[in-house]
Each structure stands twice: as structure tokens, then as C-alpha cells.
């Protein structure tokens, strides 16, 4: 038994589930398959996350990232009645992109939360992209989108629902940046939210 615990604890740890309650379902839930004698289980469940664990190792070398896989844990892009105001009417006033140009980018519809988000990392990025950056001071990473790139280089973000910028988006280096979305899983992101796994607001 002890055995085991000790060796959930590594595979949650390694997963980067960073939520306590993680840890203690986890331990709960193998005292009571063992009070239960249902050992035989015990394989298949660690089995499992190994897989699982090496499924996200072997997909962040062929996409160039160390985090291939999020759950989305914020409503800042999510499209909704907002989205006239905070996303289309926020973008031609500030920044004089119209309605069809903006429409052309990628995930022009938004996300949700609960999506899981499949992340590329680039060797440059393009307005409209939406990417994953690390933030100083912040816990988890941050997903918006790219709505302009500075003349040194850096990037601005925003999220689509969300009415301003908030102060660390003005200049995202390219040094922060995990990657760019390439394609959203609709809900298969709610188990990392429960979870408290990797995710990003």
C-alpha cells in the first residue's frame, strides 16, 4: 500500500497537478481499493497514468513545447453577447482592424471552459494567433490572443471577452511564450479543472 501512495504522489507530482485535493483524492482513493481488496485494479490504474504521463511527453517533442496539452480555467475568450463590444468593436477603435480581417484568424470563435487547447510552439508567431505565455508572479500560464506586434518585437495579447489589457500583455517577449493553439478539444479539458492540473486562464 505504501508503495503505491508513494507512487501516486510522484505520477501526480510529475503530471504537475498542483491542487492538494489532487493528492488527497488520490491517497483516499487507494486506501479504499486496497480496504476493499480490489488490488487487482491498482495496475490498470497506475498503467494508466504512465500512459498518459508518456503520451504528453512523446506529443510536446514533436510539438516543440513543454506544455502540449491545457485545460482552458477562464472565460477570457469565451465568445458571447459581449463579443460586439469587447472583442470587434474594442479592436477597430483601438487598433482599425475590421470585422473580416479579424474574422480570418484562428479560433475566431473563442473557447470555452473545460476545452483543452493543443499547443504548437513556433519559431514566430502572427497577429491573431492565440498563444500560451508564462507570466511573472502569475501560477499558471496565461492564453490570449495576439493583436499586434511591437516594433521590437514583442508581442501584445488580449483576451477576446475581456474589455482591456491587463499591465503584462503590452510587451510578451518571445521568451515567455509555450506555443500557439492549433486545435481545441471541446470539454475533455474539465477533468484537468476538477483535477487541478495544468491549465491556463
Not at 68 to 92: C, F, N, Q, R
Not at 102 to 117: E, Q, V
Not at 142 to 167: C, Q, S, V
Request: aromatic content about 14%; hydrophobic content about 45%.
Amino acid at each position: 500500500m505504501v508503495v503505491y501512495a508513494l507512487l501516486a504522489v510522484v505520477i501526480l507530482y510529475l503530471a504537475d497537478f498542483t491542487s492538494i485535493y489532487s493528492y488527497i483524492i488520490a491517497l483516499v482513493g487507494l486506501g479504499l481499493i486496497y480496504f476493499y481488496k480490489k488490488e487487482d485494479y491498482l495496475p490498470y490504474i497506475f498503467g494508466g497514468a504512465i500512459a498518459a504521463l508518456t503520451l504528453l511527453g512523446i506529443m510536446g517533442i514533436f510539438l516543440t513545447t513543454r506544455v502540449p496539452a491545457v485545460a482552458i480555467l477562464s472565460g477570457s475568450m469565451v465568445h458571447d453577447d459581449t463579443t460586439e463590444a469587447s472583442h470587434y468593436t474594442w479592436l477597430e477603435q483601438n487598433l482599425g482592424y475590421n470585422r473580416s480581417y479579424i474574422n480570418s484568424w484562428p479560433c475566431s470563435n473563442g473557447f470555452l471552459i473545460g476545452d483543452l487547447a493543443i499547443i504548437h510552439g513556433q519559431d514566430s508567431y502572427e497577429i491573431g494567433d492565440v498563444i500560451v505565455f508564462d507570466v511573472a508572479g502569475e501560477t499558471i500560464p496565461i492564453i490570449h490572443r495576439i493583436i499586434k506586434i511591437n516594433d521590437d518585437g514583442t508581442y501584445m495579447t488580449k483576451g477576446d471577452h475581456n474589455t482591456a489589457l491587463f499591465p503584462f500583455e503590452y510587451a510578451v517577449r518571445k521568451e515567455q511564450i509555450e506555443g500557439k493553439i492549433i486545435f481545441i478539444i471541446p470539454k475533455l479539458g474539465y477533468f484537468k479543472v476538477i483535477a487541478g492540473g495544468l491549465g491556463v486562464r
